[in-house]
């Protein structure tokens, strides 16, 4: 896969040929269908007007299939990477929190199922060490660990 | 008797199928709402489904992708859809924290609360304002426009967006004029035209070089998939047990609260409903996971209730959600239909009662949670994985190049598709541009419609 293709169209990458090639197949698999359908259905099926209507039903269901041919003849241009949160990346969302998302609170004013669920997902302890910080209650406390960590 | 069973197994089985259609369009991230919704249910509606499983169809579709937006939000760090936008400042943090699957269990928890209580309190509602309903009617051409301008001020392009409503609606009519010499009356070429228009707009960015090469990207996205972390036994964890007793509260208050207010943007509702909750804790780790099944909950209510309250009180597509993705409920010629001098309306607001809707929402609403729920909560890093490692964006493309041109086909031959390319383009770079979103286009179309023919008459 050449990389001096992609583009960014719609919200994700493409490769502009492969682009290209899958608006003709969906176009050719939809219309192809469409057109056949109409010109079977119509005289087999009483009424024109729903020969027309299954007639889209399959050109709609044509269009899932040059979908499903073009998902098979080009592989997403995506990089997925299974992503473990480290220790490292932890410490940083504490200080995000407590920068941006107004203060971390403390522990002890939690419910206890709330306090459970922290020491399921092994948290509590970081969420512990995170506390004293606010203890001071004071606007330069936070800020001032921030650009000490920084 | 006979009859009623027929009606409740076809209802049914038109939920289920509406609930796993979108389930699987909910894995896609970016898939809009109101581009998947709006033409499915059009095509069932003019398939000739009865209207209980019409309307089935569409709110087992719109709570089942509600539910599995929530897969790529949480685990590939990408809204799932537009309503899943707001959701994303939490779910970053806790995909961080490295409990990706805690934001996933809390969002589709608090979605199945919400989506339960809003059918009933949205009937509810509905029956409370249909007594104005008759007033409401016989004034719609103005309640249209002032809707518009309204909706248009809140959106992001502000007066840019209430200016730009007026060539919009011009050229509307000007195309109705220009089909209709030929003899070819369009609506839903209209409906796509606007739904698809930021994708037929990118693709004309790309033809011209200058933006082609703002475009331009040296190597793929990098998504990064979080793992899954299964912690209960079964298929079907209690979504009470899921959120705790203050979550759950919240997230009934909120929900409440959006069942009310029906005219508002959802996206709107989401974003303060969850900032009124975030400011009420203290604990940064309890903040995030209230937020996260608030808003999540909220995004089913808004839902349930713009599409429910405008249908059964007035018949007329007045919210947003009504008018966008709910918009075949309410008018799908030849067979649904608003009429635009009298305000007459023939759609499910006639053929279904207050009581129907009531029954029917709820079957939706349980379809659409046996079938999204426990699937999310099971195969959601499964789903994600093959979502973003086998589905090409190519393929998302071409599938939605096939739907435009047959539609536009079906419904006028090629003045249709000319129409959809049209309002595609003019709305896309609007959209892109001045902020002038899909929901303010809408509102001009139902403007160019109804508001436009009794502001001539005034002056006739």
């Given at each position: 896969m050449a990389d001096d293709n992609l583009y960014e169209v719609w919200g994700d990458t493409v490769d502009s040929r492969h682009l290209i090639a899958s608006i003709a197949i969906g176009a050719a698999c939809s219309l192809g269908i469409f057109f056949l359908a109409e010109h079977l259905l119509t005289g087999w099926v009483e009424s024109a007007q729903m020969a027309r209507a299954y007639a889209m039903l399959l050109g709609i269901l044509g269009s899932l299939l040059g979908g499903g041919v073009s998902a098979c003849l080009f592989k997403p241009k995506r990089h997925v990477v299974e992503h473990v949160a480290d220790p490292a990346w932890r410490q940083q969302v504490i200080e995000e929190l407590r920068s941006e998302y107004g203060g971390i609170g403390?522990?002890?004013?939690?419910?206890p199922e709330v306090r459970a669920e922290l020491r399921e997902l092994g948290l509590e302890q970081l969420f512990d060490e995170a506390e004293p910080a606010s203890h001071t209650r004071t606007v330069t406390a936070p800020a001032a660990l921030k650009g000490g960590t920084a | 008797m006979e009859a009623l069973f027929d009606q409740i197994l076809m209802a049914a089985l038109m939920g289920v199928i509406g609930a796993v259609v979108f389930s699987a369009i909910g894995l896609i991230s970016g898939s809009d709402e109101t581009t998947t919704l709006a033409p499915l249910t059009l095509l069932v509606v003019l398939l000739g489904v009865p209207a209980a499983g019409v309307f089935t169809f569409f709110l087992a579709g719109a709570v089942a992708k509600h539910m599995t937006h929530a897969v790529p939000t949480a685990l590939l760090g990408i809204p799932g859809d537009t309503m899943a936008t707001p959701l994303m400042r939490e779910a970053n943090f806790l995909r961080n924290l490295g409990v990706p699957h805690i934001a996933l269990r809390k969002m589709i928890s608090g979605a199945v609360i919400a989506a339960l209580v809003a059918v009933p309190l949205a009937v509810l509602f509905a029956v409370l304002l249909a007594p104005f309903g008759d007033g409401i009617k016989q004034a719609a051409p103005w309640v249209f426009l002032a809707a518009a301008t309204t909706i248009a001020w809140f959106s992001a392009g502000r007066w840019a967006s209430v200016l730009a409503l007026l060539p919009f609606v011009l050229v509307i009519i000007a195309l109705q004029t220009f089909t209709g010499q030929h003899g070819v009356k369009l609506s839903v070429s209209y409906f796509l035209g606007i739904a698809i228009g930021p994708l037929i707009a990118a693709l004309f960015a790309m033809l011209a070089p200058a933006e082609r090469a703002r475009m331009k990207r040296s190597e793929p996205r990098t998504f990064s998939l979080s793992p899954d972390v299964k912690s209960w036994g079964g298929w079907f964890p209690n979504p009470l047990k899921v959120l705790d007793r203050r979550q759950s509260g919240w997230t009934l208050a909120t929900a409440t609260v959006s069942s009310a207010t029906f005219v508002f943007s959802p996206v709107a509702m989401t974003v303060i409903l969850g900032e009124v909750v975030g400011a009420r804790i203290k604990h940064a780790y309890h903040r995030l996971t209230s937020v996260i099944s608030v808003r999540n909950g909220v995004t089913e209510s808004t839902y349930i209730a713009e599409a429910l309250i405008p249908l059964i009180a007035?018949?007329?597509?007045?919210?947003p959600v009504a008018a966008g993705p709910a918009a075949p409920l309410f008018n799908a010629p030849p067979r649904f239909t608003v009429d635009s001098a009298t305000g007459q309306v023939n759609n499910l607001h006639n053929l279904l009662s207050a009581g129907e809707f009531l029954a029917f929402g709820m079957l939706a609403v349980v379809i659409a949670i046996l079938i999204a729920y426990p699937f999310s909560m099971n195969f959601a890093h499964r789903a994600a994985s093959f979502v973003s490692r086998r589905i090409s964006h190519e393929a998302v493309i071409a599938t939605f190049v096939g739907l435009i041109l047959v539609i536009g086909l079906w419904e006028g031959g090629l003045l249709g598709l000319l129409v959809i390319l049209t309002i595609g383009l003019l709305g896309g770079f609007l959209q892109r541009f001045i902020g002038f979103n899909i929901g303010v286009q809408f509102m001009g179309y139902y403007t160019a419609v109804l508001s436009v023919p009794a502001i001539i008459a005034l002056f006739a």
């Open positions: 403390q522990l002890s004013e939690l419910p | 007035f018949g007329l597509p007045l919210s």
